[in-house]
């Protein structure tokens, strides 16, 4: 199903969540980050996922909170990934901010930073009925959680 357009304010919320640690995230830097040799592939995954997750996130009203349903555990569930995200994020600046910090794994999650809200896009995908997020976010999943498994491996 596509969903029905109109805008998201849960879309909103979690766009929210992940951006504004990216944005931090941009002036604390670990030292010797660097996006050269990423895989062009693997890239074009991640930037073709980012804006169709982004806009599906905003565009369709499935995603806001509606009746309580059985559904609504998936919902639950993006939410507690997104929470975990931003927890991540705390003790990543909390730490010395190292690229063994930024791809070390989190309550055994591994590559959190990239899995935690790739993940969460994708149960809201299934919380809307919106198989263009879950689709979405699977195009990005394999462009950024492969970029992390590459960095990882270069530690």
């Known amino acids: 199903m596509l969903g029905h357009f109109g805008f998201s304010y849960t879309g909103l919320i979690f766009l929210l969540m992940l951006f504004i640690p990216n944005i931090i995230w941009t002036r604390k830097k670990p030292p010797d980050y660097s996006p050269e ?3 062009k592939i693997l890239v074009l995954f991640e930037k073709t996922g980012q804006i169709l997750t982004c ?8 995603f806001n909170i509606a009746q309580w349903t059985n559904r609504s555990w998936w919902l639950i569930a993006a939410f507690i990934l997104m929470a975990l995200y931003e927890l991540w994020w705390i003790r990543y600046f909390k730490s010395q901010r190292t690229l063994a910090d930024f791809y070390s794994s989190f309550l055994r999650i591994p590559l959190p930073g990239a899995t935690l809200p790739v993940t ?13 997020m879950s689709v979405a976010s699977v195009i990005l999943g394999i462009g950024h959680i492969g970029i992390h498994i590459q960095h990882r491996k270069e530690l």
């Open 37 to 39: 040799g990423e895989n």
């Open 55 to 62: 806009c599906c996130a905003l565009i369709f009203s499935d």
């Open 120 to 132: 969460a896009f994708f149960l809201l995908g299934v919380y809307g009925k919106v198989a263009l």
